[in-house]
């Protein structure tokens, strides 16, 4: 009995939602070795193309962001029982799916030009032209936003089918897939960067197409469409600000991880495990906020430490599977790494690093949302995921210095 106790204790006395957060993220495991073997096999790529390693980790935060927002709207229709798989256009199911494909769009032609902005400012040099920017950001985020926003109404449906809650799944499997399918994506668009003539004409028509229909869908007499994109697209290019930070962060360290491809493999896996905590978390609280069951105190209540215990509890096996299959994968790949004990030692140490600061971020981004009125199922991952991937991306180089893996 007390064995039984500790462990619902250790899983925030809640053992449903730990094994369904668990089973997700190490299913999610897999498709890091998959993404993380891309990356490493693209070095030919990322030398090409200077900038390209910097706009990554903001491209691929991308669908987190937006297709894990669209999860997370989605649980919560669920719980209040709005949610009707229909093909109506006013339907929330289908409002909601218009505005993150159109949100997905928007948001990748702005990285592109926020890119090309901060590789200025912070005098990253050199790097790729404008319209290579947009043409490898606009189209590869297309590709893979049809893929990841199948996935999602998939699991939202799968949810009401099979009575899983969307909260503890929709976070670590939409960034998972979002990860497989958005690198192999993005260098396929790649392929359409520094060719004369073709390049510019498809940055000049991405960038047309978006400002079209994201100002239909601002103006836009379906009113959901109208309020997500209104508030969504503000956090979102902050959110890419804050990516981009991350991107610089890691192509300052370009020539280490060449050094070491294991690391680049580790790489995806560590950003997706812990922007999954962070958004299983945010969603978590913001159902919460939704049914009444906790207030936006200035200090967490009680109901906030079970969720908090749950979360560091998934910490240790997530990172730690983090790391075991980079060296997985490099074992597949043949690539070298600094050893795998420096590579656990790294991932384990980043990892509570990053951990700690997505608590923090994950429940005063949606006590802030709650408090000046807006929806904390759309700007909490967002928040949450971006800044993880700021925080992730030096809490991991930190480690990797720390134990002197680079």
């Known amino acids: 009995m007390r064995s039984t106790g500790f462990l619902s204790s250790l ?14 993220m190490l299913l999610a495991s897999v498709a ?27 491209a691929l935060a991308v669908k987190g962001n937006v297709f894990g927002a669209l999860g997370s709207r989605l649980g919560t229709s669920i719980h209040t029982g709005t949610f009707r798989l229909t093909p109506r256009l006013d339907s929330v199911v289908m409002q909601n799916t218009v505005a993150a494909m159109i949100l997905s769009l928007a948001t990748s032609v702005l990285l592109a030009v926020l890119a090309k902005l901060v590789a200025i400012v912070f005098s990253v040099s050199p790097t790729m032209s404008l319209a290579d920017f947009v043409v490898v950001s606009a189209v590869g985020g297309l590709l893979a936003s049809v893929v990841v926003l199948a996935i999602t109404l998939l699991l939202a449906g799968g949810s009401v089918r099979y009575g899983w809650d969307l909260d503890n799944v929709v976070a670590p499997l939409v960034n998972a897939v979002g990860d497989l399918v958005s690198l192999p994506a993005l260098m396929i668009a790649a392929q359409l960067a520094g060719v004369d003539l073709v ?19 601002m103006w836009s007499r379906l009113d959901l469409v109208r309020v997500i994109m209104r508030e969504s697209l503000p956090i979102l290019a902050l959110a890419g600000i804050i990516d981009l930070l991350a991107g610089i962060a890691i192509e300052k360290r370009l020539d280490d991880l060449l050094r070491y491809p294991v690391l680049l493999i580790l790489l995806p896996g560590f950003l997706n495990k812990a922007g999954s905590l962070g958004g299983v978390l945010s969603s978590r609280l913001a159902t919460k906020f939704h049914l009444g069951l906790l207030d936006p105190d200035g200090v967490p209540g009680r109901g906030v430490g079970s969720d908090v215990a749950m979360i560091f509890s998934l910490a240790v096996p997530v990172f730690l599977v983090a790391a075991l299959t980079a060296e997985l994968g490099g074992v597949i790949t043949g690539d070298v790494g600094p050893g795998v004990i420096s590579v656990i030692a790294a991932a384990m140490l980043g990892g509570m690093i990053a951990t700690a600061c997505l608590v923090i971020v994950s429940y005063y981004s949606t006590v802030v949302a709650v408090r000046f009125g807006l929806d904390p199922d759309t700007y909490g991952i967002p928040v949450v995921a971006s800044t993880l991937d700021f925080v992730g991306a030096f809490a991991l180089i930190l480690a990797l210095v720390s134990v002197g893996a680079i």
């Open 11 to 24: 899983a925030g006395g809640d053992p449903v939602a730990y094994r369904d957060s668990l089973a997700a």
């Open 32 to 58: 890091s070795i998959v993404s993380g073997i891309t990356l490493a096999s693209t070095t030919g790529t990322l030398e090409e193309l200077p900038g390209l390693l910097m706009l990554i980790p903001a």
């Open 199 to 217: 390049t510019p004409l498809v940055a000049f028509a991405m960038i047309a197409a978006t400002a079209a229909v994201s100002g239909w869908a």
